[in-house]
């Protein structure tokens, strides 16, 4: 089926220790972003590309870098994790937000940091 | 003040009830008005979409936009045990952000 794929689905890092969370789409959506969702703060934006090469930083972006090398793939590193970054990470893609569509969302990544 | 304020609940109904979901919001830029659906565990995926003030339809859902008092409203017909989710709204403005504003969500249980 169409949609977002993110890998893994659950993750228990130790601090200081380095990961990578990849997102796939295949629906040739030329936007992508990472966003983070812990309880009480809603979904908060982390990273977002307007196309493949670019990225951008969202609201919360410090301790994460991203890297859009290819169209349909989006992946969003920790290089050294603490446990503050213990959340729920979902990748969403979309046509240009002008053109009136909507976000389509992966099943999310569970991490941990311990 | 927030861009968005949307209650956490969570909201309780019997099965049958009509639900009211709302969120205000402060930015008279935003254009497109939508409702995601987040069942537990699961990601955000969308429900309504609207583009103007006033109702659209679909099914049991109606979303309401009141762009004048910037307020928007969802509304669930004969809720059913399986609309047990919470429910964030969000918006988009066509200024160049290319990003949406994300309520932080109400969680709605329909009891049998």
């Known amino acids: 089926n169409a949609g977002v794929t993110q890998t893994p689905k659950f993750r228990v890092l130790k601090t200081g220790q380095s990961m990578t969370l990849l997102c796939a789409q295949d629906m040739n959506h030329e936007y992508m972003y990472w966003y983070r969702q812990d309880p009480g703060m809603g979904l908060r934006l982390i990273h977002y590309?307007?196309?493949?090469?670019?990225?951008a930083k969202g609201e919360v972006p410090d301790g994460y870098n991203v890297s859009r090398l290819k169209k349909q793939n989006f992946l969003l590193g920790l290089e050294s994790a603490a446990p503050s970054q213990t959340s729920v990470y979902f990748c969403a893609s979309s046509y240009s937000p002008d053109r009136g569509s909507g976000y389509t969302f992966g099943s999310g990544t569970r991490l941990t940091v311990v | 003040q927030k861009e968005v304020e949307q209650d956490p609940g969570p909201l309780s109904v019997p099965d049958g009830a009509i639900v009211s979901l709302n969120c205000t919001y402060s930015?008279?830029?935003?254009?497109?008005f939508m409702w995601y659906r987040q069942y537990s565990r699961k990601g955000p995926e969308l429900l309504m979409y609207t583009y103007s003030s006033g109702n659209k339809e679909d099914g049991r859902f109606t979303a309401q936009v009141d762009k004048s008092s910037k307020y928007i409203s969802l509304f669930i017909r004969d809720s059913q045990p399986s609309d047990s989710a919470t429910y964030l709204c969000a918006f988009y403005a066509t200024s160049g952000t290319y990003k949406y504003i994300f309520g932080t969500g109400t969680r709605l249980k329909v009891l049998a």
């Open positions: 590309s307007v196309g493949e090469g670019t990225t």
């Open positions: 930015n008279s830029a935003f254009q497109y």
